[in-house]
């Protein structure tokens, strides 16, 4: 396996040599939907995600971020955006900006942003929750060269709750040999996340080998088990 290293720089170097191939694939078994984005697909929503953060929020280290989102691909930049700009991630509700699928969901940051998982790729289309701002509407404007991010932490700075980036990053890597996933494996979950734990088992982990995610909703496990096939899945967290 790789050395461990930050989230963040990890996924830098993955833009830098491995930028073609697919990082994340979402299936909704409910709606028919399938989503594929490649490392550098990902890393135009990454860079603008920091871009909105960094140059319109003015936020970074030293700041917080709770993201209360499902599993779903429109997740994956929004976390990794949050940790290239340097802010770290809470679970609980005092955070300086929030990521929601809906109002109730908020908590008390001053800046909130909704996201439309039924219609990510496009937003809310004007119907965005009450106290809300469309994160895709916010995002669309920003710059999406990846060459234009800056990642401003350092490895002790903070990263998730209890843990420094360096610690991210060797939590993550241990756990991807837990999983059971080798370097360049391909991990298919069906499991939600909502917070640390789970952020690190779907998406970190996979990253720290230099592997990628395959996420499958609504499925029984005959869909499942094909899907397993057809994605080549190397792991699986059910």
């Given at each position: 396996?790789?050395p461990?290293?930050?989230p963040?720089?990890?996924?830098a170097?993955?833009?830098?040599?491995e930028?073609?191939?697919?990082?994340?694939?979402?299936?909704?078994?409910?709606?028919?939907?399938?989503s594929?984005?490649?490392?550098r697909?990902?890393?135009?929503?990454?860079?603008?995600t920091?871009?909105?953060?960094?140059?319109e929020?003015?936020?970074?280290?030293?700041?917080?971020?709770?993201?209360d989102?499902?599993a779903?691909?429109i997740?994956v930049p929004?976390l990794?955006?949050?940790?290239?700009?340097?802010?770290?991630?809470?679970?609980s509700e005092?955070?300086?900006?929030?990521?929601?699928?809906?109002?109730?969901?908020?908590?008390?940051?001053?800046?909130?942003?909704?996201?439309a998982?039924?219609?990510?790729?496009?937003?809310?289309?004007?119907?965005?929750?009450?106290?809300?701002?469309?994160?895709?509407?916010?995002?669309?404007?920003?710059?999406?060269?990846w060459?234009?991010?800056?990642?401003?932490?350092?490895?002790?700075?903070?990263?998730?709750?209890?843990?420094?980036?360096r610690?991210?990053?060797?939590t993550?890597?241990?756990?991807?040999?837990?999983i059971g996933?080798?370097?360049?494996?391909?991990?298919l979950?069906?499991?939600?996340?909502r917070?640390?734990?789970?952020?690190?088992?779907?998406?970190?982990?996979?990253?720290?080998v230099?592997?990628?995610?395959?996420?499958?909703?609504?499925?029984?496990?005959?869909?499942?088990?094909?899907?397993?096939?057809?994605?080549?899945?190397?792991?699986q967290?059910?």
């Amino acid at each position: 396996m790789p050395p461990a290293s930050t989230p963040e720089r990890r996924f830098a170097e993955l833009v830098a040599t491995e930028g073609t191939r697919p990082f994340v694939t979402y299936y909704d078994e409910h709606t028919g939907e399938r989503s594929e984005l490649s490392v550098r697909s990902l890393a135009n929503w990454v860079a603008k995600t920091h871009h909105l953060l960094t140059d319109e929020l003015g936020l970074g280290v030293g700041d917080v971020a709770r993201i209360d989102l499902p599993a779903h691909w429109i997740s994956v930049p929004v976390l990794l955006g949050c940790l290239s700009a340097g802010l770290a991630l809470t679970d609980s509700e005092d955070a300086d900006v929030e990521f929601v699928t809906d109002a109730s969901s908020r908590g008390g940051a001053p800046d909130v942003f909704a996201v439309a998982t039924a219609s990510a790729a496009v937003g809310f289309r004007g119907s965005e929750p009450e106290g809300t701002t469309d994160y895709v509407v916010a995002v669309r404007p920003q710059a999406d060269a990846w060459a234009g991010v800056a990642m401003p932490a350092g490895p002790d700075d903070p990263c998730l709750p209890g843990l420094t980036r360096r610690a991210a990053g060797t939590t993550a890597l241990a756990r991807a040999g837990e999983i059971g996933l080798d370097t360049g494996g391909r991990l298919l979950t069906t499991r939600d996340w909502r917070g640390p734990a789970e952020w690190v088992d779907a998406v970190l982990a996979p990253l720290a080998v230099g592997g990628s995610l395959v996420v499958v909703r609504n499925a029984d496990d005959a869909t499942v088990t094909r899907r397993v096939d057809q994605e080549r899945a190397t792991a699986q967290l059910r």
